[in-house]
């Protein structure tokens, strides 16, 4: 069966020569997360994927040094931000689009499918008739094969899922950024034992972006220092994933990643900010509500997860 939301992002990356998009990235360790600002040259119309709130749980403090850089960087460009785009509600660190939205505009947008975590989380979250649990906190969804314009530049949006249902990857140009479907060549792949994570899926969602164009640039999410490496870096091809990638190389069957995805994740800690990332993602970045003291609250569900 032809897949026809494939076979256009593969058109999109070959004809985008024209087209290329500037992309900055934005390294927060202290959560492994690579916030990218892409712009077209030509327009200055820009999108920032992927962005970081600072929060310290111990404290609970929260901070936007992470976001100020990015509006920083906009500001000294010239850029005209017209998309705050998540590749799916994040389990590793907050998002900061709300900020950034009140001080640069732009539409906050996700996959369509953040109604399936919406609905599994705000149950887990005991969330309230407040939290309506369709999409509407954020300003648009995307469907698969959905396309829009960041200047002259092309956008194809991929639903990637296995991760999470909700994963989507954005191919601007001749680049393509893949969330947390995939690694460096390095680490491999992404978990995929989150409520809705399926690992048959995450690999056919690999597969199906590594049938891109060999050239197509990569642009992963995070980047954890595997060892042998003593450098952060994000940016790979998929011709490199194809001979390298540790999990999802060419002539690893489907069935043999399913039995290692499965026996790794039963290894795996849960991620130190998954609870309040989830809670705070799910709303496009919103916090809950303040109570009746005006306090905002983050709610630790025992033995939830």
């Given at each position: 069966?032809?897949?026809?939301v494939l076979?256009?992002?593969?058109?999109?990356?070959?004809?985008?020569?024209?087209?290329?998009?500037?992309?900055?990235?934005?390294?927060?360790?202290?959560?492994f997360?690579?916030?990218?600002?892409v712009?077209?040259?030509?327009?200055?119309?820009?999108?920032?994927?992927?962005?970081?709130?600072?929060?310290?749980?111990?404290?609970?403090?929260?901070?936007?040094?992470?976001?100020?850089?990015?509006?920083?960087?906009?500001?000294?460009?010239?850029?005209?931000v017209?998309?705050?785009?998540?590749?799916?509600?994040?389990?590793?660190?907050?998002?900061?689009?709300?900020?950034?939205?009140e001080?640069?505009?732009?539409?906050?947008?996700?996959?369509?499918?953040?109604?399936?975590?919406?609905?599994?989380?705000?149950?887990l979250?005991?969330?309230?008739?407040?939290?309506?649990?369709?999409?509407?906190?954020?300003?648009?969804?995307?469907?698969?094969?959905?396309t829009?314009?960041?200047?002259?530049?092309?956008?194809?949006?991929?639903?990637?899922?296995?991760?999470?249902?909700a994963d989507?990857a954005?191919?601007i140009?001749?680049?393509?950024?893949?969330?947390d479907?995939m690694f460096m060549?390095d680490?491999?792949?992404?978990?995929?034992?989150?409520?809705?994570?399926?690992?048959?899926?995450?690999?056919?969602s690999?597969?199906?972006?590594?049938?891109l164009?060999r050239?197509?640039?990569?642009?992963?999410c995070?980047d954890?220092?595997?060892?042998?490496?003593?450098?952060?870096?994000?940016?790979?091809?998929?011709?490199?994933?194809?001979?390298?990638?540790?999990?999802?190389?060419?002539?690893?069957?489907?069935?043999?990643?399913v039995?290692?995805r499965?026996?790794?994740d039963?290894?795996l800690?849960?991620?130190?900010?998954i609870?309040?990332?989830?809670?705070?993602?799910?709303?496009?970045?919103?916090?809950?509500?303040?109570?009746d003291n005006?306090?905002?609250?983050?709610k630790?569900?025992?033995?939830?997860?």
């Amino acid at each position: 069966m032809t897949d026809s939301v494939l076979a256009h992002a593969s058109n999109q990356v070959s004809s985008a020569q024209q087209h290329i998009p500037i992309i900055k990235a934005f390294f927060d360790e202290p959560t492994f997360t690579v916030t990218y600002v892409v712009h077209d040259e030509a327009t200055k119309r820009a999108a920032v994927i992927d962005s970081v709130f600072d929060f310290d749980p111990a404290s609970g403090r929260t901070s936007f040094d992470s976001a100020d850089q990015v509006i920083d960087y906009v500001k000294e460009e010239g850029l005209k931000v017209e998309w705050l785009l998540e590749t799916h509600a994040h389990a590793d660190h907050l998002s900061a689009a709300p900020y950034l939205q009140e001080k640069l505009g732009g539409k906050i947008a996700i996959g369509e499918h953040i109604v399936t975590v919406q609905q599994v989380f705000g149950k887990l979250f005991n969330a309230g008739t407040e939290f309506q649990r369709d999409g509407s906190d954020f300003d648009h969804l995307f469907a698969d094969g959905d396309t829009f314009n960041i200047g002259n530049m092309d956008v194809t949006v991929m639903h990637v899922p296995g991760h999470t249902p909700a994963d989507i990857a954005y191919v601007i140009g001749d680049a393509v950024f893949v969330g947390d479907t995939m690694f460096m060549p390095d680490y491999g792949s992404a978990r995929a034992d989150f409520p809705g994570g399926d690992a048959r899926q995450l690999y056919r969602s690999l597969r199906r972006i590594l049938e891109l164009p060999r050239t197509t640039r990569l642009f992963m999410c995070h980047d954890y220092l595997p060892e042998g490496r003593d450098q952060y870096v994000w940016e790979t091809t998929v011709a490199a994933q194809r001979e390298g990638n540790i999990h999802a190389h060419d002539g690893v069957s489907e069935d043999d990643f399913v039995k290692m995805r499965t026996a790794r994740d039963k290894t795996l800690d849960m991620p130190r900010l998954i609870l309040p990332s989830v809670q705070v993602n799910m709303r496009a970045g919103h916090l809950p509500p303040a109570e009746d003291n005006g306090v905002r609250y983050l709610k630790l569900p025992l033995n939830g997860v």
